[in-house]
């Protein structure tokens, strides 16, 4: 069983930055997407921003676009959101998330979800 676990999270003020981690426990096979969501007080998780193994595709949400970057080191089997010019609609739980498929991405079908980490943006 695949377990993540997600760092990084906490306060920041408007305008600020945050660079999230999400240590995957086993290594997983080289199709596999790494991607975040995210999930709002009383909204729907929405899609934020994904990565192939390789590094090599990646996409991201528009609303994030152009602030945030998502890599991963396949070495240390993590993945990372840095995020800057944050705004107060981040303030979000982040979850990470894995999908043996870009098509399963898209669909939000993920086949494993870390439990989130909390980042709370103040205007």
């Known amino acids: 069983q695949v377990q993540l676990v997600e760092s990084g999270g906490g306060l920041v003020q408007a305008g600020g930055s945050l660079r999230l981690s999400c240590l995957v426990s086993?290594?997983?096979?080289?199709?596999?997407?790494m991607a975040w969501f995210r999930q709002a007080p009383g909204k729907e998780r929405e899609f934020v921003a994904a990565i192939s193994w390789s590094g090599s595709r990646t996409t991201y949400s528009d609303s994030v676009k152009g602030r945030c970057t998502i890599s991963r080191d396949n070495v240390k089997s993590t993945v990372y959101l840095q995020m800057n010019s944050l705004k107060p609609e981040d303030t979000a739980v982040y979850l990470c998330?894995?999908?043996?498929?870009?098509?399963?991405?898209?669909?939000?079908?993920?086949?494993?979800w870390g439990k989130g980490t909390l980042v709370t943006v103040s205007a």
């Open positions: 086993e290594r997983i096979g080289s199709n596999y997407v």
């Open positions: 998330a894995v999908a043996s498929s870009w098509l399963k991405t898209y669909s939000g079908g993920m086949d494993y």
